[in-house]
């Protein structure tokens, strides 16, 4: 039963950071994409940044790069999500999900209509 439960979502002034973190079970990383998305009040869901499994590139949406990162830790089958200078247009609800593919050829494939799997969200705050 696959399973992905985020966390680390709160409120944070503008300038700060936080790290989400999602947990994965039911699968492994192996061949698994693993993605983190936001829904920002009357939006709809977007990719923010995802990994390719097979050779651990990550892609990024243009708004984030440089502020965000992404990293997995294997052995604990966790993926997460650095967030630095936040920004109030950051505050959204965050989402990590999957899909099952070998790699990821590039940031359109980390999309709402390419996931398998879906975790409940986490809000996450920015105050200006």
């Known amino acids: 039963d696959v399973q992905l439960q985020a966390s680390g979502g709160g409120l944070v002034q503008a300038g700060g950071s936080l790290r989400l973190s999602c947990e994965a079970s039911?699968?492994?990383?192996?061949?698994?994409?693993i993605g983190w998305f936001r829904q920002a009040p009357g939006k709809e869901r977007v990719g923010v940044s995802c990994?390719?499994?097979?050779?651990?590139?990550?892609y990024y949406a243009d708004s984030m790069k440089g502020r965000f990162s992404i990293s997995s830790d294997n052995a604990k089958n966790t993926v997460y999500l650095q967030m630095n200078s936040l920004k109030p247009d950051d505050t959204a609800v965050y989402y990590c999900?999957?899909?099952?593919?070998?790699?990821?050829?590039?940031?359109?494939?980390?999309?709402?209509?390419?996931?398998?799997?879906w975790g409940k969200g986490t809000q996450v705050t920015v105050s200006s």
């Open positions: 999900a999957a899909f099952k593919t070998m790699f990821i050829r590039g940031y359109s494939d980390c999309a709402v209509r390419r996931m398998d799997y």
């Open positions: 039911g699968f492994t990383f192996d061949d698994t994409a």
């Open positions: 990994i390719s499994p097979s050779d651990g590139i990550r």
